[in-house]
Structure formats: structure tokens, C-alpha cells
């Protein structure tokens, strides 16, 4: 139930095209996801976040769906870069009631941008 | 406002040794996790501080410790390393919003056991 299951495991976009990544989660008793882009030999870097009350949030090239029925949320990358080339993690994080700030991290993806 | 810093950034070390890795938070947030980055197991999450004190433990062994101090300032250690210990050791540092909570990662600690 702590899962977090995320894909594709690695992507390949032509420069201008839309990256998607998918991810799945099964605990409902999450209410916060965000999305981390890590940069070789660099931490995770927070994105954006989104919360089940809210079904999709914008940000410049960068849009989060989410699909509380169906316990989907996806990363939406529009005119994709080749500077977006980096690994992409979804994660979750249980309520603020359960006292504690631990996520569970997706398994990652690797984005690459051709040029 | 200055980042979350960690150190050492690198690190060889040889089976059987022992190691401590440090972190300070961004100044003001009270809640540190720390988490191993390997490729073949993603972000495992390893442990979390609040005010001093354990409030979520990961699934590790015992070899496997954390502490944080006054200042919110932690460390995490590691007895008796195993080849399977060298990994990315991800320090986050944590803050509560109106809207839920923001975790803040670190560089970074790369552990190579030898």
C-alpha cells in the first residue's frame, strides 16, 4: 500500500515534443505529490506538487493531471529541451495528521531530449 | 536563503569501516530525512528527524543510525559498511505549508565502499 509505481522507466522525446511520465500510487491516505528532476551528480530538485483536491496544475512548460478515482497522476513536459534531459521522480507523501514528512519516491525516468 | 549542505561529498571507505556523513538544513526547518539513492532501488527512504528526535524509521538494519542536534543540524551513520552500502546519501530538509509540506534535497554525499 506504500507503493509508488512509476513509468516509463526511461523516454525518448524529439526536441519540441511532450514528455509524459505516469505514476501510480495505491495508499488514498496520500494527499501531496510532487515531482523531483535530478540532474547527474546533482540532489533531486523539486518541480511542482499537486494536491488530490485540485485535477490538474500548470506550470510554464510543466503540468501535473491527476486522477483521484483512478489513483493516477502524471508529469506532462511540453515542448520538450534537450535541458530537460534528466531523471524525473514522482512521489507521494502521506497526510499531515500521520506526523511525519516521509515521502515514497517512484522508481525514476530517464528523460532524453534529442536536439 | 542558502540551501541544504552535506558533507563530505565524497567518500571511499573500505568493508568493515565505519562512517558519519553531516547535514545542515535550510535555516528554519526543523525536519531532516535522509535517504539512499542507488540505481537499482530508486530514493529509499532511511530515516527522519523533528526537533531532535526519530520520527519515521526506514526499513535498514541497525548498521544504519541517525541523530540531530539543537540546531537541526544532523548526521547519519553508517558501522560495519558492506560492498551494497555504496549508494548516494540524500539529505532533505523539510518545512510545513498551508497546503501540505516541501522537502528540500541536498547534494548529496556519494559513499563507495571498497
Known amino acids: 500500500q506504500q507503493q509508488v509505481k512509476q513509468s516509463p522507466q526511461s523516454l525518448i522525446v524529439q526536441k519540441g515534443g511532450i514528455s509524459i511520465i505516469n505514476c501510480a500510487y495505491e495508499?488514498?491516505?496520500?494527499?501531496?505529490f510532487p515531482w523531483y528532476q535530478q540532474f547527474p551528480g546533482k540532489g533531486p530538485a523539486l518541480l511542482i506538487a499537486?494536491?488530490?483536491?485540485?485535477s490538474e496544475k500548470k506550470e510554464g512548460r510543466f503540468t501535473i493531471s491527476f486522477n483521484k478515482s483512478a489513483k493516477q497522476f502524471s508529469l506532462h513536459i511540453m515542448d520538450s529541451q534537450p535541458g530537460d534531459s534528466a531523471t524525473y521522480f514522482c512521489?507521494?507523501?502521506?497526510?499531515?495528521?500521520?506526523?511525519?514528512?516521509?515521502?515514497?519516491f517512484g522508481t525514476g525516468t530517464r528523460l532524453k531530449v534529442l536536439a | 536563503k542558502a540551501g541544504v549542505t552535506q558533507t563530505p561529498r565524497y567518500l571511499i571507505k573500505t568493508r568493515g569501516q565505519q562512517v558519519t556523513l553531516s547535514c545542515s538544513p535550510i535555516?528554519?526547518?526543523?525536519?531532516v530525512s535522509w535517504y539512499q539513492q542507488t540505481p537499482g532501488q530508486g530514493l529509499q527512504f532511511l530515516f527522519e528527524?523533528?526537533?531532535?528526535?526519530?520520527?519515521n524509521k526506514g526499513n535498514f538494519p541497525g548498521r544504519f543510525s541517525g541523530r540531530q542536534f539543537s540546531n537541526s543540524r544532523s548526521e547519519m551513520n553508517v558501522s560495519t559498511l558492506e560492498l551494497g552500502d555504496s549508494a548516494l546519501y540524500l539529505c532533505?530538509?523539510?518545512?510545513?505549508?498551508?497546503?501540505?509540506?516541501?522537502?528540500?534535497f541536498g547534494p548529496g554525499t556519494r559513499l563507495t565502499v571498497l
Open positions: 532533505a530538509s523539510s518545512i510545513r505549508l498551508a497546503g501540505g509540506h516541501e522537502q528540500f
Open positions: 495508499n488514498t491516505a496520500f494527499d501531496y
Open positions: 499537486i494536491r488530490p483536491d485540485v
Open positions: 512521489a507521494a507523501s502521506p497526510p499531515r495528521s500521520s506526523g511525519t514528512y516521509k515521502y515514497i
Open positions: 535555516s528554519g526547518h526543523r525536519s
Open positions: 528527524y523533528f526537533s531532535e528526535t526519530q520520527r
